[in-house]
């Protein structure tokens, strides 16, 4: 059975490092002695009583310095045992060899003072004043061995006590500085433990952050940048890139902000029509002076804003569809009745007027109830030619178009995944609205299949005006229209059916005559080929 010691048998490399130097100095003690001992002997007062003794003594001191550094290398027995048995020798050694130098006036006892300093350092203060005593105790043995066989002076226990004094001092002093040493390593865990989960948790917010953000230092050097702001600028950089080279135009604004503190745009157009919105914080650090630059993508504030207009558009259509409609229906009744009986010309003009509108009032209301269609979303595999095909059928018969106008192209057997009554009213949209636009030419309203990086994709293009660059931000929101008897709500419907069947519809801008929309149905397996580049 497996017995777990205490964390204590097994001290961190912090324990066994110092332990390994202390043995150093040991060892260089002990040669020192064997050195001056040798070559000079009793001028130097070292073994001046006993020199023989203190020679052998040195040896023996050599050689356990020597299995001190083996049981170093195999961490046996246990810290505590290892650093108790070298203090421990460490006394008797210095003590036989004080006794053989001529005990106090010779002071090799005050090496001790080190062993005792070194044993607090490294233990953390444990067991020092033990060690403190023991060599205390050592030295009033020597010392009263010598007066009794008449080689030392009773006179002379003043010395030793001073001697032992300082021994408990410095063992005082050793625990108190290591006691200290402890509580500041602890403290300085702690602080590493925070630090690194502040790391973390910045890294972690910058990563999920919806906004981009760039920290920059007072050199101008980027420090850090998340994945939303390389989204936004295009572009992913290494750590301490020159802001001025990466993004001069951002560099701009943001050194015209260090300077005026304001800057002179709030908004920074992007590449590919994305905007962002600036905003710069200022931060200090040792003195130098950054800051951190975000990056707000516009296209998220609109849509925020979208979903706020379109949630309370709902709550009102709730409340108010039915008492519109019902109304509605008596005023269309009512004037279809008058416009039977009345013959007066300029009474028909005006009764066709009312006609209209309450058209119109009667398919803004009903677009604005297909909001609610996304959610109700069933997907399923069709194949996407036999569905054109028909569908294009159906739009020329209802909406009473030359046959010709409207052509599709592409490869065939591409199998999608959509909510066909939703993919109807997509195509429905976005047909209407191109041959609302287009020249009504042979050709003039063209639906293009093909494959693009493993997605299948659908381009409805027209031959008309096309869309201008101001308008391309706008064509998706609601309610935004260039037609008069528009609703605005009919491309807004399309891209918002479209995300609810995991597809994409998007403004294309292919280089060609007129406007196209370009449908990007979600990822599968499709087993027929295709032409790679979408045409």
């Not at 636009?437 to 409805?460: A, F, H, I, N, W």
Request: aromatic content about 10%; glycine content about 8%.
């Amino acid at each position: 059975m497996l017995i777990n010691k205490p964390a204590t048998d097994f001290p961190p490399s912090d324990f066994w490092r110092p332990l390994f130097y202390f043995n150093l100095y040991r060892l260089a003690l002990a040669c020192f002695f064997l050195f001056l001992s040798a070559i000079f002997g009793p001028s130097l007062s070292l073994g001046a009583y006993y020199l023989k003794l203190f020679l052998g003594t040195s040896v023996v001191y050599l050689v356990l310095v020597i299995i001190s550094f083996v049981t170093l290398r195999l961490r046996w027995p246990r810290f505590n045992l290892q650093l108790a048995g070298q203090i421990g020798g460490d006394i008797v050694v210095l003590t036989v060899l004080s006794f053989a130098s001529g005990g106090i006036q010779s002071n090799v006892g005050l090496l001790l003072l080190v062993s005792l300093a070194a044993a607090g350092m490294i233990s953390r203060g444990r067991i020092t004043l033990f060690f403190a005593a023991l060599a205390s105790i050592a030295a009033l043995l020597e010392h009263s061995y010598s007066i009794v066989y008449a080689v030392a002076d009773v006179a002379q226990f003043v010395q030793v006590g001073l001697l032992c004094i300082s021994y408990f001092a410095v063992a005082w002093l050793a625990h108190t500085l290591a006691k200290y040493a402890v509580e500041s390593q602890k403290l300085a865990q702690r602080r590493g433990r925070d630090l690194v989960s502040l790391a973390e948790a910045n890294r972690l917010v910058m990563r999920d952050m919806q906004d981009g953000v760039l920290v920059i230092d007072g050199r101008g050097m980027i420090m850090q940048m998340n994945v939303s702001a390389e989204r936004l600028l295009r572009k992913s950089i290494n750590k301490e890139s020159p802001l001025s080279d990466t993004f001069p135009i951002l560099f701009g604004e943001y050194s015209l902000w260090k300077k005026n503190g304001s800057t002179s745009r709030d908004i920074l157009q992007l590449d590919e029509g994305l905007q962002a919105r600036l905003r710069f914080v200022q931060i200090e650090r040792d003195a130098e002076q950054g800051a951190v630059i975000f990056l707000e993508d516009m296209r998220r504030v609109r849509a925020e804003a979208q979903q706020i207009k379109l949630a309370a558009l709902g709550r009102l259509t709730a409340n108010i569809a039915h008492e519109v409609r019902n109304p509605l229906s008596a005023i269309s009744y009512a004037t279809e009745l008058l416009h039977e009986e009345l013959g007066d010309p300029k009474q028909q003009r005006l009764l066709n007027i009312v006609l209209d509108n309450t058209r119109r009032i009667n398919q803004i209301v009903q677009d604005v109830m297909q909001l609610n269609r996304r959610d109700r979303a069933c997907p399923e595999v069709f194949d996407l030619d036999a569905m054109m095909r028909v569908f294009i059928e159906e739009f020329r018969l209802a909406e009473r178009i030359e046959l010709g106008m409207m052509v599709m192209e592409g490869l065939e057997d591409y199998a999608v995944t959509f909510d066909r009554d939703h993919f109807r009213q997509v195509l429905w949209n976005l047909c209407r609205n191109g041959l609302r636009y287009c020249r009504k030419l042979p050709g003039s309203l063209k639906l293009t299949m093909g494959m693009l990086e493993q997605r299948v994709v659908l381009d409805v293009q027209d031959d008309g005006p096309g869309v201008t660059f101001e308008q391309q931000g706008k064509l998706f929101e609601p309610f935004f229209t260039t037609a008069i008897d528009g609703t605005g709500l009919g491309l807004y419907i399309a891209k918002e059916l479209c995300e609810a069947n995991g597809a994409l519809l998007e403004y294309h801008i292919n280089g060609k005559r007129g406007a196209c929309f370009r449908i990007t149905f979600c990822e599968r397996d499709n087993n027929a080929g295709g032409n790679e580049n979408g045409r």
